[in-house]
């Protein structure tokens, strides 16, 4: 782990780029090894010094259920069952069955060493019961046929020395005996796994999603989309993910707005989109209404933008939210009953 970590988005970017590494290594051939265990004792650290944020903590909750999925999840299965025994050539014939990913049956001819001989000869054959060999886990098989660059386990875990023969295959025990099998052991901070379930190919599907909207859009692009249909706030999306969310858990906007579209249609950046951000929050006296003063208040604080009487405001408001704005709304903007709600919401890092 040599790149410099200034933050903790900083150290959960490094993390997710060697994610994506590893889900193209067997695409690719080969692989350079890298300390996941390592990175998360980083990241606890930097947690355990900074104030508590739901974002990084539901970020947090999805690294471990990830990398225990990767480790500790089994793809294969490998069982057999001996078929015949060739007394004269001393060669056994086995059946191979592998269940899961790539599935298929191999007969496989071995040598019979001596100690084994007269084990074989009292054998009742074919055998009718497979025997279980081995599961291969997830992120094994990722890695399975790589040419692997062992350089970083070198340095860190051997300081020099020669890496036994067999460390691979007995990689899971020697780094994760003391974790129990279990990511979230790593974390000496207080770490909730939140509800939700999330595999290694939903979460790197998902980050790609993620890193396609952070791309910059061409000027041929910008010049199809009318000035009108987005914001223009300087935030990053990891900020914007936050402020989101938090807008999602306090019922300001719906859980069915995406943080792509939220991402575009505040900044101007990312893919253009069709789709609204849904503004639902309801007032407090007129609970049947929605609360067009909130969403007025939010824009002034988030977007920092001049919230006036002037059509410009009222046609950007209608194709970004859907909503139609009267003037009266615009001039109650400061007395919005949800201010501080937002404030908070805002105020979060």
């Not at 025997?131 to 997830?138: A, G, I, N, S």
């Not at 939220?262 to 929605?290: H, L």
Request: with cysteine; glycine share 4%; hydrophobic share 30%.
């Amino acid at each position: 782990m040599t790149q410099e970590i200034k933050t903790i988005d900083d150290l959960f970017d490094l993390i997710d780029n060697e994610l994506i590494i590893l889900s193209e290594a067997k695409q690719k051939g080969k692989y350079k090894w890298f300390d996941f265990v390592a990175a998360l004792r980083v990241l606890d650290d930097r947690i355990q010094n900074a104030e508590y944020n739901k974002y990084r903590s539901r970020k947090v909750s999805n690294l471990i259920k990830v990398l225990n999925d990767l480790y500790y999840t089994p793809v294969q299965t490998c069982c057999k069952r001996i078929l015949s025994y060739d007394k004269e050539r001393k060669i056994a014939t086995s059946e191979w069955h592998i269940s899961g990913k790539d599935a298929r049956v191999e007969l496989v001819e071995n040598e019979v060493p001596f100690q084994k001989q007269a084990h074989y000869e009292s054998l009742r054959l074919p055998e009718e019961n497979f025997t279980k060999l081995c599961d291969t886990f997830k992120f094994s098989y990722l890695l399975r046929g790589c040419e692997i660059d062992y350089s970083n386990l070198e340095s860190t875990y051997f300081s020099g020395t020669e890496i036994p023969e067999h460390f691979w295959e007995e990689w899971d025990f020697y780094l994760f005996s003391e974790q129990q099998k279990e990511f979230r052991r790593v974390f000496n901070a207080n770490v909730d796994l939140d509800e939700n379930t999330i595999t290694f190919e939903k979460y790197i599907m998902q980050l790609k999603a993620e890193r396609n909207v952070l791309r910059v859009s061409t000027g041929a692009d910008r010049e199809s989309v009318s000035n009108n249909s987005y914001f223009s706030v300087n935030r990053s999306y990891p900020e914007i993910q936050r402020i989101l969310s938090a807008l999602q858990q306090q019922g300001f906007v719906s859980t069915d707005t995406t943080v792509e579209t939220f991402y575009y249609r505040m900044t101007g950046k990312g893919v253009s989109t069709p789709d609204k951000i849904e503004w639902i929050k309801k007032g407090k006296r007129r609970k049947r209404e929605i609360s067009k003063s909130s969403l007025v208040y939010f824009l002034q604080k988030f977007a920092n933008y001049n919230v006036d009487q002037t059509s410009d405001c009222k046609n950007r408001i209608k194709e970004v939210f859907g909503i139609s704005l009267p003037s009266s709304t615009i001039t109650r903007s400061s007395n919005c009953e949800y201010g501080a709600e937002i404030d908070n919401i805002l105020s979060v890092q």
